[in-house]
Nanobody
Framework: QVKLVESGGGLVQAGGSLRLSCAAS????????MGWFRQAPGKEREFVAS??????????ADSVKGRFTISRDNANEKSMVYLQMNSLKPEDTAVYYC????????????????WGQGTQVTVSS
């Protein structure tokens, strides 16, 4: 089981930046692919970005490509995963979740087995 704890959310004006962090610990945390999802009120949880265990490959939703960057630092059995968010828009407002233990396509929330508690990101216009 991987334990995930997110931090770094907050309120920012449109055009601003935020950096989310996810601390992953557990038996395979440093060898797991990791992902970020988000969920706005009344909407389904949607894929934002993912990264392979080595950090060598990253994937992004079209809506954030060019604005968001996912990265990670692995050390022993722990891993830190980051989501740098630039040029934020009001439509980026959501609760952002860190995810691990993927299977399948990695694009659906159901493909991921472990979740953090989420961190709120609010972008004002």
């Amino acid at each position: 089981q991987v334990k995930l704890v997110e931090s770094g959310g907050g309120l920012v004006q449109a055009g601003g930046s935020l950096r989310l962090s996810c601390a992953a610990s557990g038996r395979t945390a440093s060898r797991d692919p990791m992902g970020w999802f988000r969920q706005a009120p009344g909407k389904e949880r949607e894929f934002v970005a993912s990264i392979t265990w080595s950090g060598g490959s990253t994937f992004y939703a079209d809506s954030v490509k060019g604005r968001f960057t996912i990265s990670r630092d692995n050390a022993n059995e722990k891993s830190m995963v980051y989501l740098q968010m630039n040029s934020l828009k009001p439509e980026d407002t959501a609760v952002y979740y860190c995810a691990a233990d993927p299977d399948g396509s990695w694009l659906l929330a159901d493909d991921w087995g472990s979740w953090g508690q989420g961190t709120q990101v609010t972008v004002s216009s």
